[in-house]
């Protein structure tokens, strides 16, 4: 039996995926989480197979969830179902740890299947997916896949509009560490200023400037 680990924020997603996965007999739900915290937690109280992660997450991340619950428990198999198709975040959830990358629009089936298939130990993506993946590497537009897990996360942050300081507390670092991840960014990306490292998001679709313009 699979032992099965929600974690999205809304609570309908999950009531949704506990009634796909609990209806079939290989598998089973054991634990629901709503942010990377919580799923934390759940990983070391229910000891899950398989963990079936949403990337939009409030606070931390679902990338960040990953590398959380990869290093307390590493043999967990990690399967991201997202409506995020852009190369720079299958590439950063796979970096993280996980084994499968579906979009949100896959079938039911597929997602059941998939489950199977990462608690195999076998990568899975969508076509969707693995179509982004080859169209970056053939652009060579994936820039940040330069960056680590932990690099990737305080950029996302920090775009979104979060301070140092709500960076710091949602990662759980200092805020020097998180100015530091910052200018590190800076330089693999070779942006000059804070200015220039929000467009260079824009373009790779981490964040749209009407809303960081909007109010």
Do not use: W
């Amino acid at each position: 039996m699979t032992r099965i680990l929600l974690l999205d924020d809304h609570a309908i997603v999950r009531s949704g995926y506990r009634r796909l996965i609990d209806a079939e007999p290989d598998m089973c739900v054991v634990a629901e989480a709503e942010d990377a915290d919580q799923a934390y937690a759940a990983v070391r109280d229910a000891s899950p197979d398989v963990a079936v992660v949403d990337l939009s997450l409030r606070g931390a991340s679902g990338i960040e969830a990953i590398r959380r619950m990869m290093s307390r428990q590493p043999t967990l198999k990690v399967l991201v179902m997202s409506m995020h198709d852009g190369a720079n975040f299958v590439t950063q959830a796979f970096r993280a740890g996980a084994t499968g990358y579906l979009t949100k629009c896959s079938e039911p089936q597929q997602m059941l299947d998939a489950v199977r298939s990462v608690a195999a130990g076998r990568r899975v993506m969508s076509a969707d997916v693995a179509q982004a993946l080859a169209s970056a590497s053939l652009e060579s537009k994936d820039l940040t896949s330069q960056l680590t897990t932990r690099e990737f996360e305080v950029l996302r942050l920090a775009v979104s509009g979060e301070s140092t300081a709500t960076i710091a507390e949602r990662m759980h670092l200092s805020q020097k560490t998180v100015i530091n991840y910052l200018s590190m960014v800076r330089q693999k990306l070779e942006a000059e200023n804070d200015f220039s490292l929000l467009h260079l998001a824009a373009r790779h679709g981490l964040v749209t400037l009407e809303n960081q313009f909007s109010e």
